[in-house]
């Protein structure tokens, strides 16, 4: 825990130094193929997030230091993992901390860690797959345009990510649609991604038969938007 509140703090001279030292024990294990002590430390993140579930304070750093591993390859040898324990672990725990969240910087963390698990096989590729393109629906136009950005990006440096008869009507949608435009349309143009890519997007149940009275909508400050401009004063 102290580690990654400090690979993943504010300081950016303790960022700095952490994380290479960081970098440097994870590569000296894999130069070794101490595989091992390498899937002793992915169990140990994993158990991080459930000690310390929704709590900011801990995870968020948590995040930003995986973030870093996978972007720097230290999980790579976990890409063909079967089952993919590690990748699916950390994937529903990802989705778990950002499922209600209004921390931006962890929604795009969240994001950006999803992406990096592209390179990962089997189910772990398809449910980050599914997470991402869910997310160019988000209800914050910040979030969804992170998202379409990112993803764009991460398919002009990888094309093989999707497959070959969609990847240019992809890269389409994802260039041309305004992701900060009002929602319902963004999530016209998200439904054409999933469509083109096989993804069953999950969809709100429809009501019983008959004429159901409708009921009063609770007040969330979580489902405003301006509840998210007002915490980030963006």
Not at 34 to 59: I, Q
Request: charge should be negative.
């Amino acid at each position: 825990a102290g580690l990654v509140l400090s690979v993943g703090g504010l300081t950016e001279a303790v960022v700095k130094s952490s994380s290479s030292a960081l970098l440097d024990w994870a590569r000296s294990k894999k130069n070794t193929s101490d595989w091992e002590a390498l899937n002793g430390f992915s169990g140990v993140l994993l158990n991080l997030f459930d000690e310390y579930k929704g709590d900011d304070r801990v995870t968020l750093p948590l995040m930003k230091t995986i973030e870093l591993l996978l972007g720097n390859d230290v999980f790579d040898y976990l890409a063909a993992e079967e089952p993919p324990s590690f990748a699916v672990g950390l994937l529903e725990r990802v989705k778990k901390e950002i499922g209600r969240s209004t921390n931006v910087i962890k929604l795009f963390t969240g994001i950006n860690i999803a992406l990096a698990l592209f390179e990962f096989s089997g189910a772990a590729n398809r449910g980050a797959q599914r997470l991402v393109v869910e997310v160019l629906g988000h209800r914050y136009p910040r979030v969804r345009k992170h998202a379409a950005e990112q993803f764009y990006t991460k398919l002009l440096v990888d094309e093989n990510l999707v497959s070959a008869e969609v990847y240019e009507s992809v890269l389409e949608v994802l260039s041309t649609t305004v992701w900060d435009a009002e929602l319902p349309l963004v999530r016209q143009e998200r439904d054409r991604i999933a469509a083109a890519m096989g993804i069953e997007l999950a969809r709100p149940a429809a009501a019983s038969g008959g004429a159901a009275k409708p009921k009063a909508k609770k007040s969330d400050a979580l489902d405003s938007y301006q509840h998210l401009i007002d915490e980030v004063g963006y």
